[in-house]
């Protein structure tokens, strides 16, 4: 008898809460469907994937403000040296001058860039003015040839230009930079390479969030004797009294090389300086990225899990009042 009134008792409520009450219940536009949410439990799952996003991202916020710090500190050690380098090629601007419209044969174009990235545009910028160059100083009877200091010029030019590439020379800032290191390598680059003008692209320093790509040029002693024979810019090196046994040749051959180690000198300073200029300001963007994908996310996981615990309470409510009924 008792199981028998059970079974009557259950035909009864059966339809109070068949399926097609509670989906009508979900089906407002507050909440998905059954068929929206998916297997039982993907309201956790979802929440749980929310979690695991803004523990990523608030990692990544770590690691790009420890980035900052470190760019700054090696910033502050760079920006003196800089300042000081500035000195040592001025004089030679003054004596020789700095004729980037000097149309010669052999044109060498020495791009420097960083060998790291996550430093914003700087190096596209300088692969980009060298690709200017070589495309301006390229012609029936001119060759323009590349030098490369930095891994992410050599990865950028080495598509394009494979065959013209005439030195590449990389991890240039593994050990602090000094003059003696850049006079060895200019020596190198004078050793290994034909030129009439040497351009030197790079980025000069101004403040931490500006830079200015910037084209050095350094010609060679024939370039400056012609050009001093015409009475160009270099017309005034004959008002000059030389001493010593030396010959005026022998004199601007040294004076060029001098000129480019120094000028490489300051270049290759200079970029640095930019680059952990960029790359603070980089991490300071990603940083605040980061804080503002953290405040959504934040704002998505507390909605998320509201709606699931009123969804909760709307299909208990719902159970009792059938029950009741």
Known sequence: MAMAALRREGRRLAPLISPRTITAVRSSPLYPTL?????????HISTQVVRNRMKSVKNIQKITKAMKMVAASKLRAIQTKTENSRGLWQPFTALLGDLPSADVKKNVVVTISSDKGLCGGINSTSVKISKGLHKLNSGPEKETKY?????????????????????????????????????VLADEILKNVEYDALRIVFN?????????????????????E??????????????????????????????????????MFNAVLENACSEQGARMSAM???????????????????RTRQASITTELIEIISGASALEG
């Open 35 to 43: 068929e929206d949410e998916g297997p039982l439990g993907v309201r």
């Open 147 to 183: 030098v490369i200091l930095g891994e992410k010029a050599k990865a950028q030019l080495v598509r394009d230009s494979k065959k013209d590439i005439e030195l590449i020379i990389t991890e240039l800032q593994k050990n602090p930079l000094n003059y003696t290191q850049v006079s």
């Open 204 to 224: 000069k320093f101004q403040s931490v969030v500006s830079f200015v790509p910037t084209v050095s040029t350094v010609l060679s002693t024939e370039i400056v």
């Open 226 to 263: 012609r050009e001093a024979e015409s009475g160009g810019k270099l017309g005034d090196l004959d008002s000059y009294e030389v001493e010593g046994g030396e010959t005026k040749g022998e004199i601007l051959q040294n004076l060029a090389e001098f000129q480019f180690s120094c000028t």
């Open 284 to 302: 300071d963007s990603s940083s605040r990225n980061a804080g503002d994908m953290l405040d959504r996310l934040t704002l998505t996981y507390n």
